[in-house]
């Protein structure tokens, strides 16, 4: 009898694996959204899966503008978690030659000014933890906060105060990712003086876009 139902057993297993693997649900992502599989951390709200595009808009360096071209698919604007989401988006930047506003505005709390002007960076004002910080709870920034064209962070002003050797540098509120190429650096993040038109920067390139996330579907 034992072996009877040791069979019995047997023989339904693979029936039983169909009906667990048919009911996983399938992740899809709205119409002109990439799927990426990310790592789920504390810090993603454990997000496993993440759908991004890149809008094209050449108004986005205003970030209230940025915000509500996003929304109006539905999304939030986002910013990279790993290489191969930047990889793609690095792929539209060379091919549009044009940057790309991405999450990420200065900390408050990392002022030593009245204005956007601090005096030295570390600890919680370190580049690589909270200099900006996140309107998306959905990506971890510990990847691209890596990814800066330079220090400090980027291409900010550094000066010194009449009688003062402290130095201090002057941070701009939002961040873009620009053409790696271009630059010749090992990252493309920097830092740009929201609502403020690029041509009327020196320096500065255009946008055409702005990189906009939202959960599956």
């Not at 900390?107 to 005096?119: E, I, L, Q, T, V």
């Not at 493309?188 to 830092?191: A, F, R």
């Not at 055409?208 to 579907?217: K, R, S």
């Given at each position: 009898?034992?072996?009877?139902?040791?069979i019995i057993?047997v023989?339904f297993?693979?029936?039983?694996?169909?009906?667990?693997n048919?009911t996983e649900?399938v992740?899809?992502?709205?119409k002109?959204f990439?799927l990426?599989e990310?790592v789920?951390?504390?810090r993603n709200?454990?997000?496993k899966?993440?759908?991004?595009?890149?809008?094209?808009?050449?108004?986005?360096?205003?970030?209230?503008t940025a915000r509500?071209?996003?929304?109006?698919?539905?999304?939030?604007?986002?910013t990279v978690?790993?290489q191969?989401?930047?990889?793609?988006?690095?792929a539209l930047?060379?091919k549009n030659?044009k940057?790309?506003?991405?999450?990420g505005?200065f900390?408050?709390?990392?002022?030593?000014?009245?204005?956007?002007?601090?005096?030295k960076?570390?600890g919680?004002?370190?580049k690589?933890?909270e200099?900006?910080?996140?309107?998306?709870?959905?990506?971890d920034?510990?990847?691209?906060f890596t990814k800066?064209t330079?220090?400090p962070p980027?291409?900010s002003d550094?000066y010194?105060e009449?009688?003062?050797?402290?130095e201090i540098?002057?941070i701009?509120?939002?961040?873009?990712?620009?053409n790696?190429l271009?630059?010749?650096t090992k990252g493309?993040?920097?830092?740009f003086?929201?609502g403020e038109?690029p041509d009327?920067?020196?320096g500065?390139v255009s946008f055409?876009?702005?990189?906009?996330?939202?959960?599956?579907?």
């Open positions: 009898m034992k072996h009877i139902v040791i057993l023989s297993l693979p029936y039983i694996l169909a009906e667990s048919a649900k992740v899809n992502c709205p002109g990439k990426y990310r789920p951390t504390d709200k454990n997000t899966f993440w759908c991004m595009q890149v809008v094209e808009n050449e108004d986005v360096y205003d970030r209230p509500s071209v996003c929304l109006d698919y539905d999304a939030v604007i986002t978690e790993n191969k989401e930047l990889d793609d988006v690095n930047i060379r030659n940057r790309v506003a991405v999450d505005v900390n408050p709390k990392c002022r030593a000014f009245a204005d956007w002007r601090m005096r960076f570390g919680l004002c370190a690589e933890k200099l900006f910080v996140l309107e998306d709870d959905h990506t920034p510990a990847f691209i800066w330079g220090e980027t291409a550094k010194k009449k009688g003062d050797d402290t540098f002057t701009a509120e939002c961040l873009s990712l620009h790696l271009a630059l010749r493309n993040l920097k830092d003086l929201c038109e009327k920067q020196v500065e055409f876009g702005v990189l906009c996330g939202c959960p599956p579907v």
